[in-house]
């Protein structure tokens, strides 16, 4: 069976999800399943279909499963949104298939994904751009405290969605280049006066700066692991010229922590960033060094921004009295209807959503919590279920990594995938209380123009990435 | 760098096992607790949302508690509504979803929301029904508890009226009442009222019983032996009991008279020298037979009940150490004191009533379906073998004396024979106030009403057989009178 043909019977277990998915939430709301729910479920699978045409017309060899997973999930984002509000699930459809020609339009685009490597510092510039936007005055605005929405006339836009594509892209292309002289092959070892310089001076130093400063356990622990791993990372003597730019980056999400003050997102490029310098450097040193400056500059701005602090106070304890019907009220409605949920949850379009009075107990149900909203209506398992289709089709994006040839290829892959993995954990791990919960979206899920939009794109890329990889290997004679 | 990605990858396989262990957290380990907390109005709201049981008097027709509709469609939200105001206040209680619950609204809450075994619920399910509440039927007499209101007048005080051969709670009156309906806007108010409208004075005050306790003591003292209804004893008074003189009511010196004389009279030197012949140890037993030393058995909340029994100047339970003499005639010192709730005195007629056999009190009769099924008869249940049955029927008889022909005249009934005991404890720091009893069960024959009746803090020369006496007359006249 050829890759396109797999692709094919992927989307229809698909499609028989969103028609079971929309009677399930027709029937509870209005008694009688109506034709509605087949003809949403064919539209969506027709849709599918052009897609999956245009894939085989394009890209012949392209990784089978990432597209039926992604409609899969999409597919979960429109049964919720629509049980949550039908007009926001209309509009969600629509941004679907403007997604879709997105997903076209890149794939007619960018014949070969080389061609990014090119105009990088452009797409990095455009990047960085694009995240300062939502400060600007008139088009930015602040939402529960974060920058991370502009409106242009009556559309709202999220350019943090495109901008993680940008400037993986661009880490992509410069690590592709300088992985290699960022570290250099081991010499023979030093003597040992050095040796005694290189490692004694700097832990005594630590010693000192722990007592004096009269440092707690985890400050000490940061300080002492952020030490130790830029001693390894000295070791190799690395190039500064090469160095400078990761230096940056680094500056720059704290920057973006200050400037857009989303502790998720900033968490967000930042891994993404560390993924791709541990796959381009296999050095675990310089991954360290980079979470521990990461970490410590997250804890400063933490006390110092207070809107980041806030959130982080929450997180520590939101059923603190005062702050579980105000500020916590969020996330405690979260956890409350997660535990609502229970091992098997209410059933589609069953869960407790609307208070009496008229709005919804859930604050942002179809973005934020829509995570929650899932758990509360199919349990722990249909959540399990969840993160086992992002698991496929995180293990999926790494496998497209892996069959690439070279290293432009490889690392886009990887930093895509990474950032896409990433993104769910901050998500979901927000909204479960294993981080602070921050406003980003969970990918194809959520309701949002922009992040449909993005992650289209972004599944685009991994596809031509893949056809790539596939077709060489098919030449080759190798299997995939 | 093959080997790099696929330790990307298995660090994701664990940032998202995280995922799924904390949901695991929130959905299966944690979800109780959650569920309880103060701050998740999910429960609340899903309550609301389902009508509540409806709750009947005896009789199945007169709604104590019904259902407000408010809004509609989906936003459709259910309120309590009590159509008799404050009358049945104390035993059926209230629910709203800010003010909580009490009473059998509180007791009864599984059945009222229509809560059922796992099985059920799964059968309910599959069936498509919509969660609704289970009516309660109660065994409440709404006449009989009208003339149980209207006997106290306004005067503190509290009335039970129970079956005595099946248990079943007939009239739980407690005076100053509240309106259950003015729960939800002024309940600080009730709360704080000076005069304790929130207190069942049947269940939770605890009153000293007077002679109406001499019952107690005559049923042990005849039980165990000690005496019998002709044993003649010394009535004169004063009598040195535990080294301080006691007197007589009014001081009246009756000489050598007979136990059945005696409980006629009430005469207190008998009965403290029968109360130092059963000795402490036999009449504590006997108390615990009536109930006394722990919560009634009844289908009440814990929390709205105490224990009757003897009880120190320190307000502690004593079952030694009491002055025994005293306490037999219903008084007693600091050393320890006889204390008995309304509810517990009825108990104690209710037992001599049903040939010493003590049924556990019922407020409950049926709990119904909406279909107007049968889900659950509360059958009469024994709680004790208290006396034996001769003992109980000598007992009887010596009441019936009393309504005949002593202190208890007042309860005396056209055509019908009562058994009944007054009582007159002296209340206040300065014994300034006293407290006026009677209990009674009636018809002697074949009792099927037993009743307790008290009224609190009354002027100095109010009796028990005078301010009391009139009103279980009244409620036993309107219960057995109606059938």
């Known amino acids: 069976m050829s890759a396109r043909t797999r692709e094919l019977f992927g989307l229809l277990p698909v499609s028989l999800l969103v028609a079971a998915g929309f009677a399930a939430v027709l029937a509870t709301r209005t008694q009688d399943v109506s034709n509605a729910t087949i003809t949403y479920g064919a539209v969506f699978l027709g849709l599918c279909v052009i897609a999956h045409l245009f894939i085989r017309a394009r890209l012949t060899d392209a990784d089978p499963y990432l597209f039926p997973l992604a409609a899969l999930l999409a597919a979960i984002g429109l049964v919720l949104i629509y049980r949550i509000d039908a007009d926001l699930a209309r509009e969600q459809a629509q941004w679907f298939v403007v997604g879709l020609v997105f997903f076209c339009g890149t794939i007619l685009a960018i014949r070969d994904h080389h ?78 006066q050095r040796q005694l310089l290189l490692y004694g001076l700097p832990a005594l130093l630590t010693l000192l700066a722990i007592l004096v400063l009269d440092l707690g356990t985890a400050a000490s622990l940061l300080l002492v692991v952020f030490v130790a791993s830029l001693v390894a990372v000295l070791r190799e003597r690395p190039s500064p010229k090469h160095f400078g730019p990761l230096l940056l980056v680094w500056g720059l999400a704290m920057l973006m922590l200050i400037v857009i003050r989303d502790l998720g997102s900033s968490l967000m490029f930042f891994g993404g960033f560390l993924a791709l310098l541990y796959a381009a450097t296999g050095r675990l040193s310089l991954v360290a060094a980079g979470a521990t400056m990461f970490f410590g500059g997250a804890v400063f701005v933490a006390n110092n921004v207070s809107h980041v602090h806030e959130r982080v106070e929450i997180w520590l304890d939101p059923f603190k009295r005062g702050v579980v019907d105000n500020e916590g009220y969020q996330i405690a409605q979260s956890l409350f209807a997660q535990a609502d949920g229970g091992l098997f949850g209410q059933g589609f379009g069953q869960a407790l959503l609307e208070l009496p009075g008229g709005g919804t107990i859930l604050p942002a149900p179809h973005t934020d919590l829509i995570y929650a909203v899932l758990t509360n209506e199919a349990g722990l398992f249909g959540a399990a279920g969840l993160i086992g289709a992002y698991l496929l089709f995180v293990w999926r994006g790494y496998k497209t990594a892996m069959l690439a040839s070279d290293g432009f290829s490889k690392l886009l892959a990887v930093g895509l995938t990474a950032v896409f993995a990433l993104q769910v954990f901050v998500i979901v791990g927000g909204v479960t209380r294993v981080i602070p919960l921050t406003g980003v979206t969970l990918p194809f899920v959520s309701y949002g123009g922009s992040s449909i939009v993005a992650n289209m794109v972004l599944l685009a890329l991994l596809l031509i990435v893949s056809d790539h990889a596939r077709s060489e290997r098919i030449r080759r004679g190798g299997l995939v | 760098m093959n080997r790099q990605i696929a330790q990307l990858f298995g660090l994701t396989v664990v940032l998202f096992a995280i995922l799924i262990a904390f949901t695991s957290r929130w959905t299966v380990f944690d979800a109780q607790s959650l569920e309880d907390n103060t701050a998740n109005r999910r429960p609340l709201i899903e309550e609301q949302r389902t009508p509540r049981g409806l709750i009947f008097a005896r009789d199945g027709r007169t709604l104590l508690a019904r259902n407000r509709a408010i809004g509609r469609g989906e936003d459709r939200v259910f309120t309590r509504v009590y159509p008799t105001g404050g009358l049945f206040a104390h035993p059926v209680g209230y629910s709203f979803i800010r003010n909580g619950r009490r009473s059998l609204e509180l007791f009864r809450n599984d059945d009222l929301v229509g809560e059922e075994d796992e099985f ?36 503190k005080g509290a009335v039970v009226a129970i079956e005595p051969q099946t248990g079943k709670v007939r009239v739980m009156v407690s005076i100053p009442e509240y309106d259950p309906n003015r729960v939800p806007s002024a309940f600080g108010q009730i709360e704080r009222d000076p005069n304790q409208p929130l207190l069942n004075r049947t269940t939770q005050e605890l009153y000293p019983p007077g002679s109406t306790f001499k019952v107690v003591t005559a049923a042990a003292a005849l039980d165990s032996g000690k005496v019998s209804p002709t044993s003649v004893i010394d009535g004169s008074s004063p009598k040195t009991i535990s080294g301080v003189p006691l007197e007589n009511a009014g001081g009246q010196s009756f000489g050598p008279i007979s136990f059945t004389d005696a409980l006629t ?27 006394f030393y722990a919560d009634p058995q009844l289908d009440y909340p814990d929390f709205q009940m105490v224990p009757s029994g003897i009880i120190n100047g320190k307000g502690d339970y004593v079952d030694s150490g009491f002055d025994v003499g005293r ?45 107007g099924r049968v889900k659950q008869v509360i059958e009469p249940d024994l709680q004790s073998q208290v006396v034996k049955p001769e003992t109980a029927e000598q007992l009887a008889q010596m009441m019936s004396r009393v309504v005949e022909e002593g202190t208890g005249t007042a309860a005396a009934l056209a055509g019908i024979t009562v058994a009944g005991k007054t009582g007159t404890a002296e209340v206040g720091a300065n014994r300034e106030f006293t407290q006026p009893w009677f209990i009674a069960f009636a018809p002697v024959e074949n009792p099927r009403i037993a009743v307790a009746a008290t009224v609190e803090r009354q002027p100095p020369g109010s009796a028990g057989g005078t301010v009391a006496a009139p009103i279980a007359r009244s409620v036993l006249e309107e219960l057995l009178g109606s059938g």
């Open chain 1, 115 to 192: 061609v990014l490597e090119r105009y990088r510092y452009t797409i990095a510039a455009v990047s960085i751009a694009l995240l300062a936007m939502p400060r600007l005055p008139g088009i930015g605005g602040q939402v529960n405290g974060a920058f991370l929405a502009i409106k242009l006339g009556p559309i709202q836009f999220q350019p943090a969605e495109f901008a993680k594509l940008g400037i993986i892209i661009f880490l992509a292309s410069y690590l592709r280049e300088t992985g290699d002289i960022l570290v250099r092959p081991r010499l023979r070892p030093l003597p040992f």
């Open chain 2, 120 to 155: 059920q619920s799964i059968l309910s399910e599959l069936e498509d029904q919509t969660r609704e509440g289970f009516d309660v039927v109660t065994n409440l007499d709404a006449g009989a508890t009208r003339a149980a209101v209207q006997g106290l007048g306004g005067r």
């Open chain 2, 265 to 291: 009279n009430s005469v207190n030197t008998v009965f403290a020298q029968v109360g130092e012949r059963i000795g402490q140890n036999t009449l504590v037993e006997y108390m615990r037979r009536f109930g």
């Open chain 2, 327 to 371: 306490v037999a005639i219903g008084q007693g010192g600091l050393e320890g004191e006889i204390r008995a709730s309304p509810l517990q005195m009825a108990l104690v007629a209710a037992a001599i009533g049903n040939r010493g056999r003590l049924m556990k009190p019922r407020l409950t009769d049926r709990i119904l379906r909406k279909d």
